[in-house]
């Protein structure tokens, strides 16, 4: 498996509080993925990172905002959530001249009540 | 607007049958389509990709079949098996930039 770790797995937040999910590579892969997975939709690009401190928006961008400052760890963060967020999210990983071949995470199953 | 349609969202196939899910899309820049297969409780994993100008490509008991003038692209798994059974996802890749757009999936079950 790649090296990818995602914390934290699990997290039940309330509505209208922030929420930081973190996402940890030791590959040394140049591009990193937030997806979220809801039934019926498959998987859907929330933001992605080409570089350190480079971002771009996906396709499901309101709401989430990101991060990266090391190659290592890539942050999605919520600033205020709501039920609508609750979500499988996944973060990936691809090598420079691979982009279809993106390694995953395990997830974290988030709950916003 | 989703730009890779697949079909059909959930499949019950015999063990030793054949599995088979199709997918649609509209961008013709697109120019890498791979098939992720994901288990309950796991990340997606690659299970294989094509490029547009490949009509076929089998990696063992897995082909994808490419039509690019109709825009589809399809999974078949052979001699289904019960350790088959997973939530597939075809997807296309852009290249420039890495990302990829998923089809909705399809919930795959093998019956002993």
């Known amino acids: 498996d790649a090296g990818i770790t995602q914390s934290p797995r699990h997290k039940v937040t309330e509505t209208g509080t922030p929420v930081t999910l973190r996402c940890h590579q030791t590959?040394?892969?140049?591009?990193m993925y937030w997806y979220r997975q809801d039934p019926g939709h498959g998987l859907r690009l929330i933001h992605y990172?080409?570089?350190?401190?480079?971002?771009d928006k996906g396709e499901v961008s309101d709401g989430y905002s990101v991060s990266r400052s090391k190659t290592e760890d890539f942050l999605l963060t919520l600033e205020s959530a709501t039920s609508s967020q609750t979500s499988v999210y996944f973060c990936?990983?691809?090598?420079?001249?691979?982009?279809?071949?993106?390694?995953f995470g395990p997830g974290t199953r988030l709950t916003v009540t | 607007q989703q730009q890779v349609k697949q079909s059909p969202q959930s499949l019950i196939v015999q063990k030793g049958g054949i599995s088979i899910i199709n997918c649609a899309y509209e961008?013709?820049?697109?120019?890498?389509f791979p098939w992720y297969q994901q288990f309950p409780g796991k990340g997606p994993a690659l299970l294989i990709a094509?490029?547009?100008?490949?009509s076929e490509k089998k990696e063992g008991r897995f082909t994808i079949s490419f039509n690019k003038s109709a825009k589809q692209f399809s999974l078949h798994i052979m001699d289904s098996q019960p350790g088959d059974s997973a939530t597939y996802f075809c997807?296309?890749?852009?290249?420039?930039?890495?990302?990829?757009?998923f089809g909705q999936g399809t919930e795959l079950s093998v019956k002993p």
């Open positions: 990936a990983i691809s090598d420079n001249g691979r982009s279809y071949e993106q390694y």
């Open positions: 590959e040394n892969h140049r591009y």
């Open positions: 990172s080409y570089g350190v401190k480079d971002t």
């Open positions: 961008n013709t820049a697109f120019d890498y």
């Open positions: 094509i490029r547009p100008d490949v």
């Open positions: 997807a296309a890749s852009y290249n420039q930039g890495g990302k990829l757009i």
